[in-house]
C-alpha cells in the first residue's frame, strides 16, 4: 500500500520535503479517523502541481485547495498568493474559485474550472513576464494569509 | 474647502506644484512620508484583525476615501494650494494624454514593460522605490498589455445601482454597487485600471506609482456622484450593523481611527469639479 502511494507521490514530482508533508497528512487523517488508504494518500500530493523553467525563471507551484494557501515560489523565492471567490454572474448566488498574487492583485485568475486547471501556473507566468528582469523581494509575501 | 479637478484641467502651476508636493512627501524624513502610504496600503490588502479593511469588502470606498484624504492632507503640509487631482479614465483614454504626459505623470514604461522614461517620476535618482514586492528601483508602467478602461455607460450603469452593497459583503457579492466599482462584479470599475496601467500599478504596492492617487481620486468621484444621487447619509452604507469581521457604519477604519459613518458626507472637507 505504501509502496503505490509512495510511487504516486513521485510520479507527480515530489520531494523530500512532500514526502514529509505527506507523513503529517497520514498523521492527521489517521487521528481525525478517515480512511488514509492509497487513494487518500495519492491525492495529497496534487497533479496540477508544477517544477519548471520558464523565460529562464524557475517557476513552482503546490496547490492546496482544501486550505486556500496555495504556494507558489520564482526563483526560490516566494510570491504570496490568495485565493479568492467571485461571483459566476450577476445576482447569482454560485461563484468560481480564481487566484491572485502580490504582482496580479488585480487580475483573478480562475482556478479548478473545468478548463482553468492550469490557474496556478498561469498565474506564476504573469508573474514571471511582468518581472522581466526584476526578482521578487521579501515584501512579495507581505502578510499574505 | 479644497477643489479636486480633472488631471485635464489643470494649469502648469497645478502640475508642477502636485509633483513638487508628492517629491517633499517622498524626501520627507519624519512623520507619514510617501513611502507609509505605500506600506499602508500593503499592511491593510488583506485581514487585519479579522477584518479586510481595505479591499474586498464593503469598506473599501471608505477606507480608502480617508486613505485619500490623508494623503492630500500630507500634501497640503507642503504646498495648501494643492489639491488631489482625479484622472476620469472614462474620457482619457490615451496612453500619451492626460495624465501620462512628460510634465505630469509621464509616459509607459520602456518596451512596454519595464521603466518609465518620461516625465518627473522616470528612474530611481528621481523617484526612488523603496518598498516593493519586485526588485526594481525605478517605477514600471506596462500599458494596455492587460485589463481595459471601462466606458462613460459602464459608470453610468454603475451609478443606476441604488444598494450599497450586499451579503457577503465581499469579493463574491453579485448585487450592489460597491463589488461593481472595485472589481468582482462587471463591469468592474477600479480592478481593470490596476491591470490597464501594470507594473507597479498592478502589484500589491501599486501607491509607488503617484498615478493610484488620481486613478482612486476618480473612484471616490464617482462615489461622491453615486452619494449625490442616492444620499451621504449613514443609512445608505452598508452593512448597518452587526456582520462580524465587516466593517459596519459605526466601526472603525483602521489605522485611521475614524468611522464609517464620519467619512461618508465628504462635503465640508473637499468637492468636485
Ligand atoms: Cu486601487
Not at chain 2, 462587471?186 to 503617484?210: C, E, F, K, T, Y
Request: glycine share 10%.
Amino acid at each position: 500500500m505504501n509502496d503505490i502511494s509512495r510511487r504516486d507521490v513521485f510520479r507527480h514530482g515530489a520531494t523530500a520535503a512532500l514526502l514529509a508533508v505527506t507523513a503529517t497528512g497520514i498523521a492527521g487523517l489517521a487521528s481525525s479517523g478517515a480512511a488514509a488508504g492509497p487513494d487518500r494518500v495519492a491525492t495529497l500530493a496534487d497533479p496540477r502541481d508544477f517544477e519548471e523553467t520558464y523565460k529562464g525563471k524557475k517557476i513552482k507551484g503546490e496547490h492546496d485547495k482544501a486550505n486556500g494557501k496555495h504556494k507558489v515560489h520564482i526563483n526560490g523565492k516566494k510570491l504570496g498568493v490568495v485565493q479568492v471567490e467571485l461571483p459566476v454572474a450577476p445576482d447569482s448566488t454560485a461563484t468560481y474559485t480564481a487566484v491572485i498574487s502580490t504582482l496580479s492583485h488585480f487580475d483573478p485568475i480562475p482556478l479548478d474550472e473545468g478548463n482553468n486547471r492550469d490557474g496556478l501556473k498561469k498565474l506564476a507566468k504573469l508573474a514571471v513576464d511582468q518581472l522581466g528582469e526584476q526578482e521578487l523581494t521579501h515584501h512579495a509575501d507581505h502578510s499574505h494569509r | 474647502m479644497g477643489t479636486r479637478k480633472s488631471v485635464a484641467a489643470l494649469t502648469a502651476t497645478e502640475k508642477a506644484n502636485f509633483v513638487a508636493a508628492l517629491k517633499a512627501l517622498k524626501a520627507q524624513t519624519s512623520g507619514r512620508n510617501y513611502d507609509w502610504f505605500v506600506r499602508t496600503h500593503m499592511d491593510y490588502f488583506n485581514n487585519v484583525n479579522g477584518h479586510n479593511y481595505a479591499h474586498m469588502s464593503s469598506s473599501f470606498l471608505p477606507w480608502h476615501r480617508q486613505y485619500l484624504l490623508e494623503l492630500e492632507n500630507a500634501l497640503k503640509a507642503h504646498n495648501s494650494a494643492v489639491d488631489l487631482p482625479y484622472w476620469n479614465w472614462t474620457a482619457n483614454r490615451s496612453t500619451t494624454g492626460p495624465p501620462f504626459t512628460s510634465d505630469f505623470m509621464g509616459g509607459n514604461g520602456s518596451g512596454g514593460n519595464g521603466p518609465v522614461t518620461t516625465g518627473p517620476f522616470a528612474g530611481s535618482t528621481r523617484w526612488r522605490i523603496n518598498v516593493s514586492a519586485t526588485s526594481s528601483t525605478s517605477l514600471r508602467r506596462a500599458m494596455a498589455l492587460r485589463g481595459s478602461l471601462p466606458t462613460t455607460s459602464d459608470a453610468d450603469s454603475v451609478m443606476g445601482v441604488s444598494t450599497y452593497d450586499a451579503s457577503p459583503w465581499g469579493s463574491s457579492s453579485s448585487s450592489g454597487m460597491r463589488n461593481r466599482v472595485e472589481g468582482g462584479l462587471a463591469p468592474n470599475l477600479h480592478n481593470r485600471i490596476h491591470v490597464w496601467v501594470g507594473g507597479h500599478m498592478a502589484q500589491i504596492d501599486s501607491p509607488n506609482d503617484p498615478v493610484f492617487f488620481l486613478h482612486h481620486c476618480n473612484v471616490d468621484r464617482l462615489y461622491h456622484l453615486w452619494q449625490t444621487r442616492w444620499g451621504f447619509g449613514a443609512d445608505r452604507y452598508l452593512p448597518g450593523g452587526g456582520v462580524a469581521n465587516v466593517v459596519d457604519v459605526n466601526e472603525t477604519l483602521v489605522p485611521f481611527g475614524v468611522t464609517v459613518a464620519s467619512t461618508l458626507d465628504h462635503r465640508g472637507l473637499y468637492t468636485y469639479a
